[in-house]
């Protein structure tokens, strides 16, 4: 039995309909079941949050396998950045070698490091050394940025594109490799499927698409897709971060985006690997171009 975290999101989703065509028995800690859709009814369901670490026990019983994708790069009510990805990644690590799992994959970010500017890819390297520094085998897939047709990112830059000018957080001169959600599923799944090598039974793999953009190029590759080309603005970060900081002060948690999101697109994903560690778990990711069909 598999246990899978962040079943719901980009990546998630494609990888749990992977494993239910598989027919590979899966249980999902979720939120809110309704938003597996219609895979919930071929999956186990463990009622848990990251925020609840004593959840994780029960969701732990009598599995092998942990695919731990749950993360979150904005604060939420009942945990911070730091609770929700370091914190409960930790105490998922150690339920998990309590519970006799055999195998751990986590999926971490390129750039992750404990001085990182960001919040969020501070506690995902502290995330990654938990992993790392337990007992158990594990896999470390470290990705660039993921982008799944339709995500928030996507959906953000379209409704900005009904503005005759698109504000760019900072210059947008950060680089990225972007890579499919779809793509990342595949390589988690062939990850899983990879014989054990006794010898280095662990492994850590950057995965990262073809091309390599600046956060402007792909903003301009998605407003091109979505049929609306525009001329994007660059707003200064102080101006940015006061902004965002006065919408989240005023919206909560319906803010379209926060300030740790906005800041994590100023922050280099690259690899100088390209798409070997995708291609040595034998996939070829996609262009970003040719996936949003503008090449
Ligand atoms: N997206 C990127 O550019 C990128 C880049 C590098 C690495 N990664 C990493 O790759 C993994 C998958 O990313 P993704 O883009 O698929 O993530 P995503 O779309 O943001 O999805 C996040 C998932 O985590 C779940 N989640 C959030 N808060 C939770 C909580 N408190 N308790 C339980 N579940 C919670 C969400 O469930 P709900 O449906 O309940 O919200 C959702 O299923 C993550 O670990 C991410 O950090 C992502």
């Not at 239910?20 to 009622?47: H, N, Y």
């Not at 105490?91 to 001085?115: D, I, N």
């Amino acid at each position: 039995m598999i246990l899978l975290t962040g079943a719901t999101g980009r990546v998630g989703a494609p990888l749990l309909r992977r494993l239910t065509a598989a027919r590979v028995p899966v249980r999902c800690l979720v939120r809110d079941p309704k938003r597996l859709g219609p895979e919930r009814v071929r999956v186990q369901i463990a009622l848990g949050d990251l925020a609840d670490p004593p959840s994780f026990r029960n969701a732990l019983r009598g599995v092998s396998t942990v695919v731990h994708l749950a993360a979150s790069a904005r604060d939420q009510p009942q945990g911070s950045i730091e609770e929700l990805n370091a914190i409960a990644t930790w105490r998922l690590v150690q339920a998990a070698e309590r519970a006799g799992v055999e195998h751990f994959l986590f999926t971490s970010a390129l750039g992750a490091t404990a001085h990182d500017r960001t919040r969020f890819l501070r506690a995902k390297a502290l995330a990654e050394q938990a992993v790392t520094e337990s007992g158990l085998r594990h896999t470390i897939l470290a990705s660039s940025l993921i982008y799944a047709l339709g995500d928030e990112l996507m959906t953000l830059l379209s409704r900005l594109s009904l503005l005759p000018l698109v504000p760019l957080v900072g210059r947008g001169r950060a680089q990225f490799q972007p890579i499919w959600a779809d793509d990342v599923a595949e390589c988690i799944e062939a990850a899983l499927d990879r014989p054990v090598d006794p010898a280095a039974p662990n492994l850590r793999v950057e995965l990262a698409g073809p091309d390599v953009h600046t956060y402007a190029e792909v903003a301009r590759t998605v407003l091109r897709a979505a049929g609306r080309p525009r001329r994007l603005v660059p707003v200064p970060l102080g101006l940015t971060s006061r902004a965002l900081r006065l919408t989240e002060a005023l919206m909560k948690s319906a803010t379209p985006v926060t300030w740790d999101e906005a800041e994590l697109l100023e922050v280099a994903m690259t690899t100088p690997h390209g798409t070997s560690g995708a291609e040595r778990l034998g996939v070829a990711p996609k262009r970003l171009a040719a996936v949003l069909g503008t090449a």
